[in-house]
């Protein structure tokens, strides 16, 4: 038997967000959901070939690993939209390089994630606020991982990582707090995107990659996308410094829990 299951709808006519790693993946649904909300939207990213993005979607070319490149996309935010009322940091990469033992990690795979993964993150934040606190107010969004909870063989580089960006978003969260700027953090689960889809076998499969979630599939971007337009909402306004586990469930199933049959 079919029940409703209802449905939310979000008004951001008069914002402006800004959104790194906007060109394809969890971003692109992101930077998509906001504009389809009535938000002036930025996409910042490295992708030259975003120009498939909605025309009224604003593509800012820059390097999220290059402070200069971070405080100009955040001051064409400014200049586009008056102002900066969101700003989403999702840019990250995982290369196939990546998936070593600690031993075996080149410096330069090393040095590349923590430049976009960690360094990014801070750099787009730190010119953020700065508008901000002029407005007296701002929401940041960190995307991070369920890796950064918890772990696996080969990923010696990608979850402490992910585990620092969710100490960012709290102790920025508790810094700005009272110049009226809340951070809050996104942990997804395993998402159809090209980063996973990329390491998909490295990780079992896709089968067996969704079998370990409860809800026996992989997550969308568009359901991240969801929970990132609520807690940017007045409805989530009380919600500070704090991560949001957006899994299937994933990061309540307990290793030493029997596994789902296939």
């Given amino acids: 038997m079919n029940r409703p299951s209802g449905a939310v709808q979000y008004a951001n006519e008069g914002r402006c967000v800004l959104v790194n790693g906007g060109a394809k993946g969890i971003g692109r649904a992101i930077a998509e959901a906001f504009h389809a909300s009535g938000a002036t939207v930025l996409c910042m990213d490295i992708d030259a070939g975003a120009k498939e993005l909605p025309s009224e979607i604003t593509f800012v070319l820059g390097d999220t690993s290059q402070e200069a490149d971070c405080e100009r996309a955040v001051s064409a935010a400014v200049r586009i939209g008056g102002g900066l009322d969101v700003l989403v940091n ?6 196939p390089a990546s998936y070593v033992l600690l031993d075996q990690i080149e410096s330069s795979t090393w040095n590349q994630m923590l430049a976009v993964n960690f360094s990014g993150y801070t750099f787009l934040a730190k010119h953020a606020v700065r508008v901000m606190k002029l407005q007296g107010s701002g929401i940041i969004v960190n995307l991070f991982s369920g890796q950064a909870h918890r772990t696996a063989r080969q990923v010696p580089c990608y979850g402490p990582i992910k585990a620092a960006n969710v100490l960012q978003a709290m102790q920025w969260g508790v810094g700005y707090a009272r110049q ?7 942990s997804p689960g395993a998402i159809d995107t090209p980063l996973v889809r990329a390491s998909i076998e490295e990780q079992g499969g896709e089968a067996e990659l969704a079998n370990r979630h409860p809800l026996v599939r992989i997550g969308q ?9 609520w807690l940017t909402s007045a409805d989530a306004s009380f919600v500070n410094a704090t991560d949001l586990q957006v899994d299937g469930g994933l990061g309540a199933f307990g290793a030493f829990a029997d596994p789902y049959p296939d």
């Avoid at 009226?180 to 996104?186: L, N, P």
Wanted: hydrophobic share 60%.
């Fill in 221 to 229: 971007p568009e359901e991240v996308a969801a929970a990132v337009l």
């Fill in 180 to 186: 009226g700027i809340r951070v809050v953090s996104v």
């Fill in 90 to 95: 999702n840019a990250a990469v995982q290369p």
